[in-house]
C-alpha cells in the first residue's frame, strides 16, 4: 500500500487535542457537562442569550493558553513539513495547537477559537482577548458585533468544496481520534474509499464508522501517530 501513496488527506477530531488537556465535547468529562449544546452551540442560543455563548468561548480561549501541542500535533506537523506529495489536514478542532506544533497544510473546517467574525462586515480575523466585554471590530469599528468565528450546529462547515476535491485526489485518507458521528466530517471515509483511496483509523476506541475503513489501529494518538508517521517516511516516499 505505502508504496502507491502520494497524495493524503487527514482528519483529526477531539482525541487528537485529548492529551494536550484539551477537555473534549462528549464523555463524562466533557464540555457540555452543565450545558445543553442548544444553549451554546447553536445560532438561536447567541441571538438568545449571547452574554452565556460569549462567556463559554472566552472561557474556551483562555484555557488554549494553558496547555501545548502533544506528539501527535508535532508528528503531523513533521510528516506536513516533510512530505513531498500532496497532503491536507483538516481538523475539527477549533483549538491551535495544529498550528503551534507547525503544521502549514491545515485546514480548520469548524472555525477556530483565536478568531473572530465580525457579524457587521463579515469580515474575520484572529481575535485572542475577550468577546463578552462587546469589543469594537478593527475593520468597521462598529462595537459588540463579534462572535466566535465558530461552525455551530446547523451551519455550514468551512471549505467544503476544498476538501471534497482534496478526499477525490488522494491516495490514503487517515482519521484520528474522531468519534465518526458528526456529518459531513463522518462521511468523509466514504468518499475516499469511493474514489479508490486506502483508508485507515486511528482512535482511543472504534469510532460509530470503522467498519467503513481498511485498517484500525486503536490507542492514544501521542503514541499511535507517531510511530505511523515514521513508518511512513520511513519507505522513502518523501
Not at 442548544?38 to 452565556?52: G, H, I, M, Q, Y
Not at 483565536?114 to 469594537?136: Q, T
Not at 474522531?178 to 468518499?191: D, E, I, K, N, R
Request: a negative charge; aromatic letters at 8%.
Amino acid at each position: 500500500m505505502l508504496q502507491t501513496i502520494n497524495n493524503i488527506v487527514i482528519l483529526t477530531g477531539a482525541g487528537v487535542s485529548a492529551e494536550s488537556g484539551v477537555a473534549t465535547f462528549r464523555g463524562p468529562d466533557g464540555l457540555w457537562e452543565g450545558h445543553r449544546v442548544e444553549d451554546v452551540a447553536t445560532p438561536e442560543a447567541f441571538v438568545r442569550d449571547p452574554a452565556l455563548v460569549q462567556k463559554f468561548y472566552d472561557e474556551r480561549r483562555a484555557k488554549l493558553k494553558t496547555v501545548e501541542p502533544n506528539a501527535a500535533h508535532q508528528a503531523l506537523a513533521r510528516l506536513d513539513r516533510t512530505w513531498a506529495g500532496e497532503l491536507l489536514l483538516v481538523t475539527q478542532n477549533v483549538d491551535d495547537l495544529h498550528d503551534r506544533a507547525g503544521s502549514q497544510r491545515l485546514l480548520h473546517m469548524h472555525g477556530e477559537l483565536n478568531s473572530a467574525w465580525c457579524r457587521a462586515c463579515d469580515a474575520h480575523f484572529a481575535f485572542e482577548g475577550e468577546m463578552a466585554s462587546g469589543p469594537v471590530c478593527p475593520h468597521c469599528h462598529v462595537p459588540g458585533c463579534l462572535r466566535p468565528d465558530i461552525v455551530w450546529f446547523g451551519e455550514m462547515p468551512y471549505q467544503m468544496e476544498r476538501i471534497e476535491a482534496a478526499l477525490a485526489r488522494c491516495d490514503l485518507f487517515v482519521s484520528i481520534g474522531t468519534s465518526g458521528a458528526v456529518y459531513p466530517a463522518a462521511g468523509f471515509v466514504q468518499t475516499a474509499r469511493y474514489h479508490g483511496a486506502r483508508t485507515l483509523e486511528m482512535n482511543l476506541d472504534p469510532s460509530e464508522g470503522s467498519f467503513h475503513f481498511h485498517e484500525s489501529r486503536m490507542g492514544k494518538a501521542g503514541e499511535l501517530v507517531p510511530d505511523w508517521v515514521d513508518q511512513v517516511l520511513s519507505h522513502g516516499l518523501c
